[in-house]
């Protein structure tokens, strides 16, 4: 198995890039989206980038920049309008599909379910990336022809019960139930390589 190895971490740091770009997606949108609120309700321009929020203005950068942006960032322009209709169409989605969804209770505040929704080509973008992941995935072992290297339960958990079925003494001085996990943390790993616990779907 130590073959595999890197073959799995290449799938394990190719899902992290999946995650952490879908991530960088909402986050960009519910800052904007904030943003937007923010504006509306005080009148001012507010940055709606990540960048120009974490970045100290440079006094030596020309004037042109700030006055493209400010009219970028008045709380009425063009670009805020369509993102707040845009917010508006993925809360009336989310509320028709969470109002006739099998929910004991209805929902009060059904679009801050729609806060980690995905545009539709992020959305396809990202099923294509993940569909290809598990691809690799359950290719990994592909080129392996003997059983006992393809399932754990013949090769590892029955050498291990052969083991201490055997030997008990000398299995319970070695803890062999301990060494037994760190023998099962590859099968481990591959089973949770393309696992997301925040989404039950």
């Not at 009219?71 to 599909?97: F, G, K, M, Q």
């Not at 729609?114 to 545009?119: E, F, M, R």
Request: charged content about 30%.
């Amino acid at each position: 198995m130590c073959v595999k190895f890197p073959q799995l971490e290449k799938i394990e740091g190719e899902y992290l890039n999946i995650q952490k770009e879908r991530y960088e997606i909402v986050a960009r949108r519910r800052l904007a989206d904030d943003s937007d609120d923010v504006a509306l309700f005080t009148g001012s321009s507010v940055p709606s980038d990540i960048t120009s929020l974490t970045r100290l203005p440079d006094p030596s950068e020309e004037d042109e920049t700030m006055t493209t942006n400010s009219e970028e960032l008045e709380p009425r322009s063009i670009l805020r309008t369509t993102r707040r209709a845009e917010r508006e169409r993925r809360y009336l989605e989310t509320s028709a599909s969470t109002s006739s969804s099998s929910y004991p209770d209805a929902l009060p505040d059904a679009g801050y379910i729609s806060d980690s929704s995905l545009t539709s080509g992020d959305s396809s973008d990202l099923s294509i990336a993940l569909s290809s992941l598990h691809e690799s995935l359950s290719s990994l072992f592909s080129d392996v022809k003997v059983d006992d290297y393809r399932d754990p339960n013949l090769a590892i958990r029955g050498k291990f019960e052969e083991w201490r079925r055997e030997y008990g003494e000398e299995y319970g001085m070695l803890y062999g139930g301990l060494g037994l996990v760190g023998v099962w943390e590859f099968w481990a790993r591959v089973e949770m390589a393309g696992w997301n616990p925040f989404e039950v779907s």
